[in-house]
């Protein structure tokens, strides 16, 4: 397997686009869950302690904004897949 990231762009690429949007949801809840957690538990007994606790809430804050973008493109997928179902029961193009 090449470790140059560029040597995959474009190789045997599938002619749709194959958006696993559930997997990508599952690993945001899954970084999401720990952002809380470390968030809700985590010991703060210094500065420098706080200002990773702050660090933490702005991942969780920005992971929770990409699972929206998410899930809305996701969705709009969905019903753009169920118009152009709708327009072709209906003979149109």
Known sequence: MSTDASARVGDNLPTER???????????????????????SGRVRSPENEKVRI??????????????????DRDLEELAEEVEALKEQRGES
């Open 55 to 72: 660090k933490w809430i702005r991942a969780l804050a920005y992971s929770l904004n990409v699972r929206r973008q998410i899930a809305n």
């Open 18 to 40: 194959v958006t696993d949007y559930e997997g990508m949801l599952e690993s945001l809840d899954v970084a999401i869950d720990e952002a809380e957690r470390k968030i809700e």
